[in-house]
């Protein structure tokens, strides 16, 4: 052979973590916007967040309508008389429903910021597995021909009687297995593939790859991360809208008075008159009403507090395993790559001068061609670790230069 069969294994350890060109960097943009506009979760968060701008718009109008009254009478003198009447919000019960109302909307919008991270950091990770399985695949493929190329020379060895006819069945077991095993790889492509398809509404040809995977997690203020998380900010939002309800549950024990003013007349007589009623709260005093709304504050006092302690667990331990696997990976680039390569080829030239037989040969070869896909995997993992503690961060969009609220 003119060239080595092995030359073509350099391209099975080509683990360089690329950046994005312009084209891939707004093809991965457009295929996020495509997913946020048509995912029917942040559809319908998007559709409560306008319901929520509504009750705003519905909170601050005027709680009482004037009342007109007309009033005609024919006894033994003719009376007509024009009133209109107006119960007045004393005790400011519109100011305290437009401020559960605008908690509400704050609770809804992040609610919404929530969702499209919860879909994004599915759709990063759903590309992490489709990449890495067709990393593999192309590994597995090309290992297949590679023990195919393995066969074809120990052939031609048994015909000159270099090694025997069990070398020769060896190998030929050998190139069966990692067929079984590239068969078995394809599939996982074609699952990892599918997945991202039933996400998608409209699947690309292509699709995009991943930005660079960062070499470290930079120092931040990790309880500044945790107070900007969209979850922690959505619990927030409801216990604020908790403690307005309570104001508002407040203000609703207290009676509102109504004021009238009439006239009219009666035969030749001027009739002026006014009138003030209030409702008397003796048989139903509300205060069930304000002791509910006070118990539902201390609800979400606790989820809040039961949110943020597991957030805050969450994002350590997502810290730790990043940091773990790109420790690992670090280590293979830095020397397992390189030696790796180098170990292949004298492996062939031990073998071509008989000092290891095939069946050294081939467990040896087959161990560094499963450390290939080792290293594969190891990327994949570190892209997981990464995604994990982007979503434990809340910084998925950040990330990516889709958040127009980044955390400082």
Avoid at 305 to 319: G, M, P, S, T
Wanted: proline share 3%.
């Amino acid at each position: 052979m003119s060239k080595s069969f092995f030359a073509r294994a350099c391209l099975a350890t080509g683990l360089v973590l690329c950046g994005l060109d312009t084209a891939q960097a707004e093809s991965l943009d457009k295929l996020v916007q495509q997913v946020w506009q048509q995912h029917p979760q942040v559809q319908a968060a998007q559709a409560r967040v306008e319901a929520e701008r509504a009750r705003v718009d519905a909170a601050g109008q005027a709680l009482y309508n004037p009342e007109l009254e007309l009033d005609l009478e024919q006894a033994s003198a003719r009376t007509s008389t024009l009133g209109i009447s107006q119960t007045l919000d004393w005790t400011d019960k519109r100011g305290a429903r437009t401020e559960l109302a605008t908690s509400s909307l704050q609770e809804a919008e992040n609610t919404l910021a929530l969702v499209r991270q919860q879909i994004l950091g599915e759709l990063l990770g759903l590309l992490n597995q489709y990449h890495t399985a067709r990393q593999t695949a192309e590994l597995t493929r090309q290992q297949s021909h590679l023990l195919e190329d393995f066969l074809d020379l120990a052939q031609q060895r048994f015909a000159a009687g270099d090694i025997s006819q069990p070398d020769v069945d060896l190998a030929r077991l050998s190139l069966a297995e990692i067929r079984m095993r590239a068969a078995a790889r394809a599939t996982e492509r074609a699952l990892a593939e599918s997945r991202l398809r039933a996400l998608v509404s409209e699947p690309v040809d292509q699709w995009p790859p991943l930005p660079d995977l960062p070499a470290a997690i930079a120092q931040q203020d990790q309880e500044r991360l945790l107070r900007n998380h969209p979850a922690l900010r959505q619990l927030a939002a409801r216990l604020q809208a908790a403690r307005h309800a309570v104001t508002l549950a407040k203000r609703q024990r207290r009676a509102d008075p109504t004021l009238a003013v009439r006239g009219g007349k009666e035969d030749s007589d001027t009739l002026l008159g006014l009138t003030f009623s209030m409702p008397l709260n003796v048989r139903n005093t509300f205060r069930a009403e304000v002791q509910a709304a006070q118990a539902e504050v201390t609800q979400a006092q606790q989820a809040y507090r039961n949110a943020y302690l597991r957030a805050r667990a969450e994002l350590a331990a997502a810290e730790e395993q990043f940091r773990l696997n790109r420790a690992a990976l670090d280590a293979w680039q830095q020397g397992g790559q390189a030696s790796l390569q180098g170990r292949v080829e004298s492996l062939e030239r031990l073998w071509r001068s008989g000092e290891i037989s095939t069946t050294d040969y081939l467990v040896q070869l087959g161990q560094a061609l499963d450390t290939r896909i080792a290293a594969a995997e190891l990327v994949g993992a570190n892209w997981q670790a990464w995604l994990a503690w982007l979503d434990a961060a809340g910084q998925t969009e950040t990330w990516l230069g889709l958040s127009e609220h980044p955390a400082r």
